[in-house]
């Protein structure tokens, strides 16, 4: 069993920035890609980044590339995306996902999931 606990959202003006953070315990893999998913009011959850276990590849969504960072410390099992300009199109709840490969970092195919952390861009 693995448990994947989001931490670092919240309130911030349009323009400002916040880091979230995940931490993975339990039953991890070895070999994993870690990802950032979020889920706005009345949308369907979104892919935002992945990264690889040796962090050589990492994607984003084009709606936030230039603007977010995604990052992982494997000695801590944890994954980091750094937001910055964010924007009030960003409120949503943010989801850490894990995966056995960087290929099926997609809503349908990762294996554990966050509970999710709420961020809320003020205009």
């Known amino acids: 069993q693995v448990q994947m606990v989001e931490s670092g959202g919240g309130l911030v003006q349009a323009g400002g920035s916040l880091r979230l953070s995940c931490a993975a315990s339990?039953?991890?893999?070895?070999?994993?890609?870690m990802g950032w998913f979020r889920q706005a009011p009345g949308k369907e959850r979104e892919f935002v980044a992945a990264?690889?276990?040796?962090?050589?590849?990492?994607n984003y969504a084009d709606s936030v590339k230039g603007r977010f960072t995604i990052s992982r410390d494997n000695a801590k099992n944890t994954v980091y995306l750094q937001m910055n300009s964010l924007r009030p199109e960003d409120t949503a709840v943010y989801y850490c996902a894990l995966s056995g490969a960087i290929e099926t970092m997609t809503v349908a195919a990762a294996n554990y999931w966050g509970q999710g952390t709420q961020v809320t861009v003020s205009s």
């Open positions: 339990g039953r991890t893999f070895s070999s994993t890609a």
């Open positions: 990264i690889s276990w040796s962090s050589s590849i990492i």
